[in-house]
């Protein structure tokens, strides 16, 4: 999964088309581009250079823009950045990053003292503040760095948080979801407008049937072969099972036929219908076939919800796809504390979010007593929860970050989490464009989800916990 959601940088140093003695000099910008790129491979970043454009890899005219525009291009990059190693070429750098369409962070490392004659060397963040105007008037949205040093933790925070954001972006582009069956008949709040989001955001559904579904079902569950045995050895040893070995068969079954298909269509997330015939296919709820899809990193939501497909996308793409997402309704207020809430599902919440000190159960649905969905409490932590929806084509995204706080029991998957002011955000939920349900991630990803939302034309950040100003504070 890690490889498949591989993310590169492109790295596009900058300079003055000056070769001052002292003032832009061109030794000392080569040496801050050496610095630089020591520091992203230190960090593990994989990144592009342009050392193929001259003897310096910098760039510093704007008539060279094309050239590197379209080396990015050829070398599939996901991002920009900018690093200015003196004042840098404002129109350079603006015109690449129109070019490209990328996500771009500008930043330039924080200028030395001038010397004992009063002598500067790079004027750098000057030159930032050329570039920023310039980027705005080409239309090229943009992430800035807080002018610092590489070892200042601004540089790593800042720089962490835009690869988040650019992984969001590359994930939401060119999404396929995958839609198995038509959405329960009450479930009116989960309709979704197929041709706006191809439209607006370049995503398709690619819808099939439950016949099709059962079809394959069935293909695999008659071969019984020992990949299905295996499967329902490895239930047994990691989870405690309260049901018995034919469900989990049939179970292994449903997962390999949903998999398949979703490999053979290349979605990258699924919005699956999951009562009435789902159930019917295989006698068996399929609440915890989706939360081991969405662990492999094929995200599945119920309640055939697209919208909710999207959002667990960008929920696991803020975490570099690292983290599984959860997929809950906002259920009840706790019975003690007014600023918790009860986020639960049936069963769909994947192991990998299960309190570890736990044995995590298999067993059956609150409402018919069917087999097998999951029944565990979410591990203490602190959690991201999301909504993509939309009303009147006024697309948005709920963005509120808490923390998971002791509570009652109750079946199914479930965790109580906290915040500093839960009627706020009920208020901001009932009045929308939103609904029940929310994705959510073990961390606070607020920042990246925030910078994506930048990136991405027609799509809003509705920052209810942190505020905008403190989520501004924490970029700086």
Known sequence: MKKKHALTLGVVPTRRNLTGEYFCNVDIAQANKRAIEQKLTEMGIAFVNIDFLNEEGIIYSGLDAGKVADYMLEQKVDALFTPHCNFGTEDAIAKIGKLTGKPLLLWAPRDASPDAAGNRCTDSQCGLMATGKILRQFGVPFTYMTNCTLEDPVFQRTMNTFLAAAQIVKSMRHLRIGQIGVRPEPFWSVKCNELELLEKFGTEVVPVTMIELKQRFDAI?????????????????????LVDDDALLRTAALIQAIRGWAEETQVQAIASSCWGPMRDIGGIASCFAFSELTDSGLPVVCETDVHGAITSVIAQASTHWERSSFFADITMRHPENNNAELFWHCGVFPRSVAAKDTRPVIGCNFDEGRPTVGNFLLEDSP????????????????????????????????????????????????????????????????????????????LTADLAEPSLEEVLALLR
């Open 221 to 241: 569950l008659s071969g019984k072969g020992s990949d299905l045995t295996d499967m329902v050895s490895y239930y047994k040893e990691n989870f405690r099972v």
């Open 383 to 458: 959690v991201t929860l999301m909504r993509f929806d939309c009303s009147e084509s006024d697309y948005r995204l709920l963005i509120a970050e808490g923390r998971t706080v002791p509570g009652p029991a109750t079946g199914g998957t479930y965790g109580w989490i906290e915040f500093r002011d839960w009627p706020r955000l009920e208020h901001k939920v009932v009045t929308g464009p939103y609904i029940h349900h929310v994705a959510g991630v073990q961390q606070h990803v607020a920042p990246a989800l925030y910078e994506a939302c930048r990136y991405l034309p027609h």
